[in-house]
């Protein structure tokens, strides 16, 4: 990776004051790290400390909190029904808050779910939360800083998309299964049309989906629920299109689509579980106690039944809401109707006149039969065990509960209550409750004080009043009832009025309900499936409404039992086919552990090892704030600024003097204070050197006089600062949804941690470092060791690897694969955050010092004051005098090799050599002086010159002063004057072993200046010489004369002509052979006719008849030579009797009258003349 483009910050750092603070801030920094979301096993979850003393979670519920992680930021949990999903996604929400991942949850469950979710989220993970619907949904924010906001389907299907683009990081949707008609349907649902938007785009970092159901009908089902979570990550669907999913998966029709085809099952589950984690049951391996569910029916007493009667009509004009509370009272005890009833007389929603109807009926009513009949149960546990009997009462009413209480305690019945007023007595009930010989053997509890509370201790369970939300009863039970419980079954009981609306209606069917809902493990899953499922237009509970429905008209006389036993019936009818479902699916998609997981191999990341534990680490950091501390047995009480604060370390640290904070990893005040540490931004460095320019003159000084020099002064040349210590670098690899910081402690040594700076390096180090350099500390070097982190580099490596399967997934979709790109690739950030050790410095000086009257030297040193360490040149021995010296003081004489002191010696001015005085010479032409073996005697003056200066001679070599040297103007050559002449022919300068001389002349030059005969090869002149027409010479004794004009010319352009036999020039001869004078032979052939010098006709006639000896010759034709000097004739000759003719040819000279060569003899033919 090229460093040059990792950014690396370097904090501005503070001396600290003392050790103690520095490792405070070092802690802080531990603390403050972000840690992954890569989880392989339990020992790397981080949020254990928040939940530890409220939920033991099971392997499963562990390895779905991995399967999330390893699948970030999108994953459905689709365990079968009774494995406690919300627990799941409570570690999950808790892991991701404790990292520092999220902030604001949105959960998104059924209506009769928020209540759970709430109190689960609140209870076990200590993570609040706030339940909105309809319009509060665009505006919500948890109750706090960190924290869920819970609402309906329906309120996101109305305002999902009107939220704040960042307003949550995470979703929750509870029952995913309500958005599976995505596809497959006509028209599609508004719902899911809704969320499918939102998930596409991205308006939450991340989404768990949760559902015990994945497929309840068709296979698109999980096609539809397949299409969320793709869109979610930003992938394109696997199954592929619509048409695509139908052929190649659906066996049956494309619109009943309910079998799969056998052949492609593997494929069809491997997608599947390619974004869903899935626990079986009976994979699960869990202890279930089973339920026995009995309805204590007691007999009223006529008070008791007078109170039904005054109630029968006036609740038939209330509201639903004032019924059902009315009606929950009136079978609860006296004291809670009558307080009801005064209440809401008093805010005119109940009739004055019923309120005083009821007062007065109950006054006479002083133990209830339900008192008597809890009685009654409370002595047959008595008798089956005496010592350690336990038994939990739940009743909705406060003045019930109070009822309770003074009944018990006048049988001598030891109780204890739980309700909201005080969660510290709340806690010592409990503790008493659940000793092996307890102390209490009743708990009296209300909903308000029992959220959260394990009694499993206990395996009775009394309902003395039946709330109408089945929810509710079932969280009652899920206090006594839970995995791994000690005991085999858990007895509920639930005490009702026989033969009232409470017998026949609400225990009737709520006995059915609560058998039902233990064998299928989900109650809204059984409460949808019947058909009785919450009504969110209205806002009210399906199953609350029901019975209030039946219960009113009962009580207006009409026969309800028909319309109960339809109920009850629905009920056995939905546990029947949620069984089917969970068969069928179980068919279908087997078990994960029928797939195999491809993904990229887990990092396996070391936990942060802390100097300091949390306690250690919150107190100081307090302190070093100022706060005033007092322990108070495990709490601690802190005052700080005029506030007080109780300080807890354990969710079970109760105080009874207030409420106390709790200061843990991921609490807001844990983070906050370690915040207000780091931001403090500290470092350990001291400076080793104190006054280093004195000591470093002092050194100087001592180092010079050690070996007899005389110290005359010194110039800092450089300085360096050097570190030497430990780096702290804070290292963070980040993608879109997940980080990972290790804090890197470099070890720092000063051969490779040192920056030269200038002299004012000599100043002391500041208390504050802004840049690691100042110190010496080299950024590059850090940032090379901070990146060797092989953590870092497995979290790279892992989410790289990640990056492929991720881009591969996202299909064709180049937008969508740029996106997962940039989401996936990890990226680093190197911080300097602390510096502990020390600085010193390393000074280049250049120090002056003499020997007695010798020259003054100088030496280089590197000076180290702090500790006195001088790196020097090495010492050696002047064989002049016998002294130990630096050797940089010495120089060896060139001549004999001898080492000595260079004031002893004498340096070349023109080099850097040295030798005894003895060994020089004076140049005579700089007037420098030299050694004797960088001289040489001059060619030109005899002198010493030295050989630097001195030329050498390209003709001879002599070599000689500059001054003395010429230029050959034809070859450049350098060479003496001497060896030098003038040219004859053009003036110039040449060398003279180069010189010729014309033959034809005599005058001399270079030979570049002349040309050769190629007859001869003499040299001559150009001018002088006779060319040939292909550009050879000869001299002019070696031309010849042309016959024909006279012309002198070299021999090799002439040619014998075969009528006259002499030499004539090529341009007056034929081209082709025979080779003949062309214009005699064309004046004989008769195609070219002249009349030259007729007056010589005669003559030459007279002539030539003479040199035929005979015959009368005649002048027919003749031409003028170009010199003027020959004739070419033609004559006709003729026999004396005039029988014969010929026509004879020859050359005339004028000068001489005879003819030049010989006369040729011929006769003219048709085709032109013929020699004969």
């Known amino acids: 990776m090229d460093l040059s483009q990792l950014p690396f910050q370097a904090k501005t750092l503070k001396r600290a004051a003392n050790p103690d603070k520095y490792n405070l801030y070092r802690a802080a920094l531990e603390w403050d790290l972000i840690e992954p979301i890569v989880i392989d096993d339990r020992e790397d979850m981080r949020s254990e400390s928040k939940w530890r003393d409220r939920v033991e979670p099971y392997h499963h519920q562990v390895t779905n909190l991995i399967s999330f992680c390893r699948r970030l930021p999108v994953t459905l949990l689709a365990d079968d029904v009774g494995l406690g999903k919300t627990i799941s996604a409570g570690l999950i929400a808790s892991e991701l808050i404790s990292r520092g991942r999220i902030e604001k949850i949105l959960i998104i469950c059924p209506k009769i779910l928020r209540e759970q979710w709430k109190e689960e989220l609140d209870v076990k993970f200590d993570i609040p939360s706030n339940i909105v619907t309809g319009r509060e949904l665009i505006t919500a924010e948890p109750p706090e800083e960190v924290g869920a906001v819970i609402t309906t389907y329906n309120t996101a299907r109305l305002y999902l998309d009107r939220i704040k683009q960042d307003g949550f990081d995470m979703l929750i949707l509870d029952e995913a299964h309500k958005l599976r008609n995505l596809y497959g349907v006509d028209p599609t649902p508004q719902v899911a049309q809704r969320f499918r938007k939102a998930l596409s785009d991205r308006l939450f970092k991340y989404v768990l989906m949760l559902t015990a159901t994945p497929i309840q009908n068709r296979l698109w089902d999980l096609y539809s629920l397949v299409d969320l979570l793709t869109v979610a990550r930003g992938h394109e669907n696997p199954f592929g299109n619509q048409g695509t999913f139908a052929r190649k998966f659906i066996a049956d029709s494309r619109t009943t689509a309910r079998q799969l085809k056998t052949e492609m099952r593997d494929e069809f589950r491997s997608i599947v579980y390619g974004y869903m984690s899935r626990v079986r049951r009976g994979d699960a391996k869990l202890h279930f106690p089973e339920r026995k569910v009995q309805l204590h029916k007691v007999e009223p007493i006529e008070k008791e039944l007078e109170l039904f009667k005054v109630i029968a009509k006036p609740i038939q004009q209330l509201n639903y809401l004032s019924q059902i509370v009315i009606l929950q009272a009136l079978v609860s005890s006296p004291e809670a109707l009558v307080k009801l009833l005064d209440g809401m007389a008093k805010k005119d929603t109940a009739p004055k006149s019923l309120a005083k109807d009821v007062k007065e009926i109950a006054k006479d009513i002083h133990t209830t039969t339900k008192l008597k009949g809890l009685s009654a149960l409370i002595e047959k546990l008595k008798a089956e065990q005496p010592d350690t009997w336990r038994v939990v009462v739940f009743t909705r009413w406060r003045e019930t ?86 005991f085999a079954n858990v007895s509920i009981f639930n005490i009702v009025l026989k033969n009232t609306f409470e017998e026949y209606i609400v225990g009737r069917l709520m006995e059915k309900l609560q058998l039902a809902s233990h064998a299928i493990g989900d109650i809204e899953a059984l409460l949808e499936a019947s058909g009785i499922d919450e009504n969110e237009e209205n806002g009210s509970s399906g199953f609350e409404e029901k019975i209030r429905q039946l219960v009113v008209a009962s009580l207006a006389g009409k026969d309800v039992e028909q319309a109960t036993h339809k109920a009850e019936k629905s009920i056995a009818e939905a546990k029947t086919e949620l069984e089917r479902e969970e068969k069928n699916i179980n068919s279908l998609l087997g078990g994960m552990g029928d797939t195999q997981d491809s993904g990229p191999r887990c990092p396996k990341l070391p936990q942060t090892e802390h100097s300091m534990d949390v306690r250690t680490f919150v107190l100081a950091a307090l302190s070093e704030l100022g706060a005033k501390l007092r322990r108070d047995g495990s709490l601690y009480v802190s005052q700080l600024d005029g506030k007080r604060e109780i300080i807890r370390f354990d969710n079970n640290a109760l105080s009874d003097k207030g409420e106390s904070v709790l200061y843990a990893p991921g609490t807001a005040v844990f983070e906050r204070l370690v915040g207000k540490v780091t931001n403090t931004g500290l470092h350990m460095v001291d400076d080793s050197d104190q006054n280093p320019l004195q000591r470093a003159e002092r050194i100087t000084k001592n180092w010079s006089e050690s070996f007899g020099a005389l110290f005359r002064v010194m110039d800092i040349q450089d300085v360096s600062r050097c570190f030497t210590g430990k780096a702290l670098i804070r290292v963070r690899a980040t993608v879109a949804h997940d980080s990972y910081e290790r804090l890197v402690e470099v070890n720092c040594t000063p051969d490779e941690h040192f920056n030269f700076v200038t002299k004012f390096g000599l100043e002391p180090i500041g208390d504050q470092i802004e840049n690691p350099t100042s110190i010496g500390a080299i950024s590059k070097k850090l940032m090379e060791k901070a990146m060797q982190d092989p953590n870092i580099l497995d979290f790279c490596r892992f989410y790289t690897e990640r990056r492929e399967q991720e881009v591969a997934s996202a299909g064709s979709d180049l937008r969508k694969k740029k996106k997962l790109e940039d989401e996936f690739t990890p990226r680093l950030e190197i911080s300097l955050v602390g510096l502990e050790g020390a600085v010193h410095r390393d000074l280049k000086i250049r120090v002056s010092y003499r020997f007695g009257e010798g020259g003054e030297y100088n030496s280089l040193l590197t000076v180290t004051p702090s500790s006195e360490k001088v790196t020097a040149p090495e010492m050696d021995k002047c064989m002049k005098t016998g002294k130990i010296v630096p050797r940089d003081c010495l120089g060896q004489c060139a001549m004999t090799k001898q080492t000595a002191m260079r004031h002893f010696l004498a340096q070349s001015e023109i080099s850097d050599r040295f030798a005894y005085p003895e060994h020089t010479v004076l140049c005579a032409f700089s007037k420098k002086r030299i050694l004797v073996d960088e001289a040489e005697k001059s060619a030109a003056t005899g002198e010493m010159v030295a050989k630097k200066f001195l030329k050498t001679s390209n003709l001879s070599g002599k070599r000689a002063e500059p001054q003395y040297f010429g230029v050959c103007e034809f070859t450049k050559s350098e060479i003496l004057e001497s060896e030098l002449a003038v040219s004859q022919i053009s003036g110039k300068k040449y060398r003279v072993d180069e010189q010729l001389k014309s033959v034809v002349s005599g005058k001399t030059g270079h030979k570049q200046e002349f040309v050769f005969s190629n007859l001869s090869g003499a040299p001559l002149l150009e001018m002088e010489a006779v060319r040939s027409i292909v550009g050879n010479f000869c001299s002019p004794l070696e031309a010849r004369s042309c016959s024909w004009s006279g012309r002198k010319c070299h021999p090799e352009d002439l040619k014998n002509c075969e009528l006259t036999g002499v030499p004539i020039y090529s341009e007056y001869i034929s081209t082709q052979p025979p080779f003949h004078l062309e214009v005699l032979f064309n004046l004989l052939n008769g195609t070219r006719k002249k009349l030259d010098r007729t007056e010589l006709w005669p003559a030459i006639g007279n002539y030539v008849s003479t040199l035929l000896r005979g015959g009368n010759c005649k002048v027919e034709t003749a031409e003028l030579s170009p010199n003027g000097a020959s004739l070419a004739v033609a004559l006709e000759v003729r026999t004396w009797i005039g029988l014969k003719v010929r026509h004879v040819g020859l050359i005339y000279s004028l000068q001489d009258n005879v003819n030049v060569g010989r006369a040729v003899t011929g006769k003219r033919r048709d085709k032109g003349w013929v020699q004969s």
């Not at 709340?426 to 503790?431: A, D, F, L, S």
């Not at 659940?434 to 309902?463: F, M, R, Y």
Request: contains cysteine; proline residues 3%.
């Open 401 to 486: 509960q109070t009822a309770i209480q003074n009944f018990l305690e006048k049988q001598k019945i030891s109780c204890g209550l739980i309700n909201g007023d005080s969660n510290t007595r709340n806690q010592e009930t409990i503790g008493k409750f659940k000793k092996d010989l307890p102390e209490i053997h009743v708990i009296v509890s209300t909903e308000a004080g029992s959220e959260g509370v394990n009694l499993q201790t206990a395996n009775v369970l009394v309902n003395y009043d039946l709330p109408w939300n089945p929810m509710i009863v079932e969280q009652r039970i899920g206090r006594i009832q839970r995995l791994a419980s000690n």
